[in-house]
Every structure is written in structure tokens, then in C-alpha cells.
């Protein structure tokens, strides 16, 4: 729920909207290099095939819209609870309105997929502008828990939110890491 306090000043704070921000940029000038080489590869011989890719050109720049918007977002773990700051904003859940926390995690190839679960005693906030994204109806992890909660994707900041659950999160709510299919991880993850 939107909060107009903040976290306590000794609050771990993760900030990774700039970090995927930037990765998000990283990929796009690469595309976009590409792009230019294939126009420039155009003009030069005069092949065709060249073309095609300037609709991928004019296309990527959409691909940074969302990590624009999100590259002031903060998560931050103190004793009152998981906070989710993002510009002016801040959303606490605070740590007696749940029923567990923990990290799921699923192996897709190469790549380890992380996501914070977030299971609340009551309903979830779906109409809150920070927290509504992040509900999730997924398959209970053991009884007690409910099918609605939050899910926050913390694939690249996974070690650190780890740590700082571990230090701040209740040990009575804490279930620890449960591995998860993936589909199951895919398809509850943020759009």
C-alpha cells in the first residue's frame, strides 16, 4: 500500500531499475549498430536485403520505454518490511501483513530465473499502483500460504536481496529457496 513514510535510514537498499536500465541499452546500440551497418551495407554494394533491418532499427528504441520508466525503482528491506520505491512514491508491505517470504528460482538453459514471493495473511493490493504489477495467482508452495502474492523478478539482483531477507525478513516467514518449473516462473513473472 502506498506509504508517505520511507524506509528507516539503515534499510538495505537494492537499486536495480538503473542497472536493468542499462543493460536494456546495452542491447539496443548493439542492435542499432547492426542496424546501421546493414543500411550502411545497402548503400555501399547496392544489395537489397539490407533494408530489412531498418524496421528493427526504428522498432528497438520502444525496447527502452519500460526500463526508462522503472530506472528510478528501489527495493529496500528494513524492520518494518519490504518497501518498493520508485521515483516519489514508496510502497510498504509490511512484514505482519504476511503469511511467508521467500525466492523461487527455475533453470531455463544457461540462465537461473529468481523471484521474490511475497505471501500476505489477506488480500493483495491489485488496484495500488506500485504493488498491483506485482500480484501473482500461482500454486500454493506449501499449506498455509495463499494462491494470491506478490512476485517480484530478482534475477539480476538475486545475492543481494537474498542477504538482506535473510537479515530483516521474520524468521517465522521465511521459507527459504524453492526451486519452481519454468513455466511456472515464466508465467507469473512482470510483464
Same mark, same amino acid.
Request: net charge positive.
Given at each position: 500500500?502506498?506509504?508517505?513514510?520511507r524506509?528507516?535510514?539503515?534499510?538495505?537498499?537494492?537499486?536495480?531499475?538503473?542497472r536493468?536500465?542499462?543493460?536494456?541499452?546495452?542491447?539496443?546500440v548493439?542492435?542499432?549498430?547492426?542496424?546501421?551497418?546493414?543500411?550502411?551495407?545497402?548503400?555501399?554494394?547496392?544489395?537489397?536485403?539490407?533494408? *530489412? =533491418?531498418? #524496421? $528493427?532499427?526504428?522498432?528497438?528504441?520502444? +525496447?527502452?520505454?519500460?526500463?526508462? %520508466?522503472? &530506472?528510478h525503482?528501489?527495493?529496500?528491506?528494513?524492520?518494518?518490511?519490504?518497501?518498493?520505491?520508485?521515483?516519489?512514491?514508496?510502497?510498504?508491505?509490511?512484514?505482519?501483513?504476511?503469511?511467508?517470504?521467500?525466492?523461487?528460482?527455475?533453470?531455463?538453459?544457461?540462465?537461473?530465473?529468481?523471484?521474490?514471493?511475497?505471501?500476505?495473511?489477506?488480500?493483495?493490493?491489485g488496484?495500488?499502483? *506500485? =504493488?498491483? #504489477? $506485482?500480484?501473482?495467482?500461482a500454486?500454493? +508452495?506449501?499449506?498455509?500460504?495463499? %494462491?494470491? &502474492?506478490?512476485?517480484?523478478?530478482?534475477?539480476?539482483?538475486?545475492?543481494?536481496?537474498?542477504?538482506?531477507?535473510?537479515?530483516?525478513?521474520?524468521?517465522?516467514?521465511?521459507?527459504?529457496?524453492?526451486?519452481?518449473?519454468?513455466?511456472?516462473?515464466?508465467?507469473?513473472?512482470?510483464p
Amino acid at each position: 500500500m502506498i506509504s508517505d513514510s520511507r524506509p528507516d535510514p539503515d534499510a538495505t537498499f537494492i537499486r536495480h531499475g538503473l542497472r536493468r536500465f542499462l543493460w536494456v541499452l546495452a542491447v539496443v546500440v548493439i542492435i542499432v549498430v547492426v542496424c546501421v551497418g546493414g543500411l550502411v551495407n545497402v548503400l555501399v554494394t547496392g544489395k537489397a536485403g539490407g533494408w *530489412l =533491418l531498418v #524496421p $528493427l532499427g526504428l522498432f528497438v528504441p520502444l +525496447l527502452l520505454r519500460k526500463p526508462w %520508466r522503472l &530506472r528510478h525503482e528501489v527495493t529496500a528491506l528494513d524492520g518494518n518490511g519490504f518497501w518498493l520505491l520508485s521515483g516519489k512514491q514508496a510502497a510498504l508491505i509490511p512484514w505482519d501483513s504476511l503469511a511467508g517470504v521467500g525466492i523461487y528460482w527455475a533453470r531455463a538453459n544457461k540462465t537461473i530465473y529468481y523471484s521474490l514471493e511475497l505471501c500476505p495473511l489477506g488480500e493483495t493490493h491489485g488496484d495500488d499502483p *506500485l =504493488l498491483g #504489477p $506485482l500480484v501473482r495467482e500461482a500454486e500454493p +508452495l506449501r499449506s498455509g500460504l495463499p %494462491r494470491h &502474492r506478490y512476485r517480484f523478478d530478482i534475477s539480476d539482483s538475486f545475492p543481494v536481496h537474498e542477504k538482506a531477507l535473510r537479515r530483516w525478513a521474520p524468521a517465522e516467514l521465511w521459507f527459504g529457496r524453492e526451486e519452481r518449473t519454468r513455466a511456472e516462473m515464466l508465467a507469473g513473472m512482470a510483464p
